[in-house]
């Protein structure tokens, strides 16, 4: 197949787009070339210091705080295949270095049972090359998506690097399969125009789109997919005082299940905000690890944990089951039907798993950061992203057996915060676990100077924020801890109902679209909701409740985005908003006078509390109601011009009010959960 060459067209801060007239029949077509550094966030240092036994306690000495190694970035090139046969990019070369010769596994074991380490220090590359490659940025792994394209389909080439790229920018070629070339300049500027989400409807007939500008008031004049103008069939929902523009788009037909789509977010000045993403319907899911023991054959114990599951309003099991009980009812024709009938769907580790059918998603691994700890043979610092290029491929593996499911990756706390940005656009769903009460057990254990850091919860929200920014516009999840501690090396409580709706808030503002606990077990060390102490029937119970109120307020979370919208609140009340399409504001409100220690939560009620916030222009007409774990109800509230004033009354813990200009949406959530959670809760309060 011959190639032919490409015209680019530069464009100021946005990277790289080619006009598709200037495209020739057989090429592909460069949509969009652009480097994008990760964000630092200086603020949270003091929580990654302090996650090391014997470190130093960073609330007594800030200035001993160390200088965390720079940040890199990702170098992410849009294509479309413009010829009229299929294109396969087999290799990418960066600064015209081979990347599949240069990042290559080493020959030690494998690491998390399926992958070997790579890096470019295995490699036999001549030192020159390799030094070439670190002052490039240093690679760390790279993707091409699709591995085969067919005429039409958009591809996304994404490089890894451990450092910034360069000022002066990269050259990559793309080695063609049967044959021939194509190089793609990619600008060294950093791209701060960015779609941060892109969300599908479950029929695949509408995709949310989320553009965060550089600067508020900047908002996308022109939407492309694919490197077609779809301006006509969008909704660009502006406002001179944000940096967030959502973007509506109803395509002539539904989308392609699985297929890769990139979109291009094009502002007046030329700047280019571009990602893509695989589409997949979208619902919450709100689960579990672990199960309910009992021994092979015991097909009861698996029967009613399913039940309560669903009783507790889950609809998510997470890979780890712990019971030989309920893995056979699981694998049971029986337990196989109450999943699907029950919509209780499965994260498991590769097709035919354990009977399971249709999965949410295959685990990647679990933890690799802590994988990369343990490599040997790279110099000190380099091991993390070691295993990254590993999964890759096994997720290219697992795509090639079953492409209608999507890849999940947990990360761990190893070489914090470059583990989340190194792996964050390695899965379709990136997954975190910031567990708070261990942080607040090492706190007391190895420095009560650090206790400060922890004395409220929000470290989760902190890993939470990076994470997402890490993976967007992917969708993420957040495993919170539901353990109480009982261990050789001393013992810990469990969590508080309290603390818990707290960490699930601050995940939720965040922007994780689905939630699990770990885990369900109750044996030690770790002893989990399974326990029947009053402390963990109670963090059970409310597990449950919450549990309600996230899948009613699903249809909101799944379309949203962590929006900038300044909100004026009375003292000791936290608030942040999410962006629900061009309709809605999800206000999360979280009362702020709390403190946790070792023995419980300390929390008092906020009395009276107010909000005030300007309606952004794309929201007129609005109506104001909350979501909690009863259902939907009233939410006091007055219009004076733009500026809307809303009175909650007391906030005893959490409050998610909602601020939308859709008339029916309330009745619709209602109607959600009067069918779907209000037999559950009546049972969950009754006990």
Known sequence: MRVAAIILVSLAAGGTLCAAAQAQPEALQVLAAQYRADIPHPESDALWASMSSGAIDPVLHPERIFARPALGGNIHVYLRNASRSPVEVED??????????????????????????????????????????????????????????DPGDAVEVTVRLRRDLPAQGARLTLKLKPGGAQEVNVPGA??????????????????????RSAAAGRSPSRILMDGTDVTAACRIARDPALDLTPVVFRPPQPL???????????????????????????????????????????????????REMAALNMNLHMVSIGSAAVQDYFKSPEGQQALKDLDIRRVVEEP??????????????????????????????????????????????????????????????????????????????????????????????????RYPLYAKAGFVYAETHICKLASEPRPLHIILYANSYDGEDGSFRGPTP?????????????????????????????????????????????????????????????????????????????????????????????????????????????????????LPDWLDDASVFEVNHLGTADVAARLEGRTLHVEPGTVEVTRAIIITRDAGLRQKLQTDYDRSFAANVRALLAH
């Open 190 to 211: 950093d791209v701060r125009d960015r779609i941060t989400d892109i969300a599908f409807s479950e029929d695949l007939s509408t995709v949310w789109l989320f553009v």
């Open 352 to 449: 035919g798993k354990q009977g399971s059918a249709t999965p949410h998603a295959y685990y990647l691994a679990d933890e690799p950061d802590t994988g990369d700890y343990r490599v040997q043979g790279v110099p000190p610092g380099k091991q993390i992203g070691c295993l990254a290029q590993g999964l890759v491929q096994r997720a290219q593996e697992l795509r090639l057996r079953d492409p209608a499911t999507p890849a999940m990756l947990n990360l761990n706390l190893t070489f914090t915060p470059q583990n989340w940005y190194i792996y964050g656009q390695v899965p379709d769903i990136f997954c975190a676990d910031p567990y708070y009460q261990p942080r607040l057990r090492q706190a007391y254990e190895d420095g009560p100077g």
């Open 256 to 306: 392609e299940k699985t297929k890769l789509y990139s979109f291009q977010a094009i502002f007046s000045d030329g700047a280019v905000a571009a990602a893509a993403r695989r589409a997949f319907p979208q619902d919450v899911r709100y689960g579990t690890w672990g199960s309910r023991p009992g021994a092979e054959g015991q097909l009861e114990v698996g029967r009613q944990f399913v």
């Open 498 to 614: 309290t603390e818990k709706r707290i960490e699930l808030y601050y995940a939720l503002a965040a922007g994780a679209k689905g939630f699990s606990y770990w885990w369900f077990l109750p044996g030690k060390p770790a002893r989990g909701l399974a326990a029947e102490d009053p402390a963990t029937q109670a963090l059970r119970r409310e597990v449950g409740l919450m549990g309600a109120e996230i899948r009613t307020l699903g249809p909101l979370i799944t379309r949203s985005a962590p929006l900038n919208l300044p909100v004026q609140h009375a003292p000791r009340i936290w608030v942040r908003a999410l962006a629900c399409g061009d309709d809605s504001i999800l206000l999360v409100v979280v009362n702020d006078d709390y403190i946790n220690d070792r023995t419980g939560t300390v929390i008092r009620p906020v009395q009276d509390a107010r909000l005030s916030l300007r």
């Open 92 to 149: 990418v070369l960066l600064g015209g270095i081979s990347l599949k010769q240069a990042i290559a596994c080493s020959d030690q074991r494998k690491f998390k049972r399926h992958v070997y380490a790579a890096s470019i220090y295995f490699s036999d590359l001549p030192e020159e090359q390799r030094a070439q490659l670190v002052a490039l940025g240093e690679p760390i792994w790279w993707r091409v998506e699709p591995a085969r394209a």
